[in-house]
């Protein structure tokens, strides 16, 4: 399993794909086989960065915005999404990413367990 597929592949223009919103550090993009439901999104910063835990608050906050806009867009199209990232044993990919995702296929909170919880 490639365990880098954005700096390999995606952010040399390596792979093809579709451009949700691009700045001079993060690129969002729909991936060619989305994994989430009725819309995936991916945003990445374009300079490799482990994970979360290695995010510094300037480059932070340029993904937040980058984030922010690409999720808007997704809202405003299937009325909701989810945005996640993953870390340590659960990130499967070792360059920082966030899946936005609508639809079927998204983890799901068991709202009844919480409230009653
Ligand atoms: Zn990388």
Redesign the pocket.
């Known amino acids: 399993m490639r365990q880098?597929w954005?700096?390999?592949e995606v952010?040399p223009g390596r792979v093809e794909v579709e451009v949700v919103v691009e700045t001079a550090t993060v690129l969002a993009f729909r991936p060619p086989r989305p994994g989430f439901g009725r819309e995936h999104v991916i945003v990445?910063p374009k300079?490799?960065?482990?994970s979360l835990l290695d995010l510094t608050p300037a480059l932070g906050a340029e993904v937040l915005a980058v984030l922010q806009r690409a999720a808007a867009q997704v809202v405003a199209r299937h009325g909701g999404c989810q945005v996640l990232t993953t870390l340590g044993d659960e990130q499967h990919n070792?360059?920082?990413h966030w899946h936005i995702a609508a639809g079927e296929g998204v983890a799901r909170f068991v709202t009844a367990a919480v409230l009653s919880g």
Not at 47 to 50: F, G, M, Q
Request: hydrophobic share 40%.
């Open positions: 880098d954005y700096c390999d952010i990445v300079a490799h960065v482990d070792r360059h920082l």
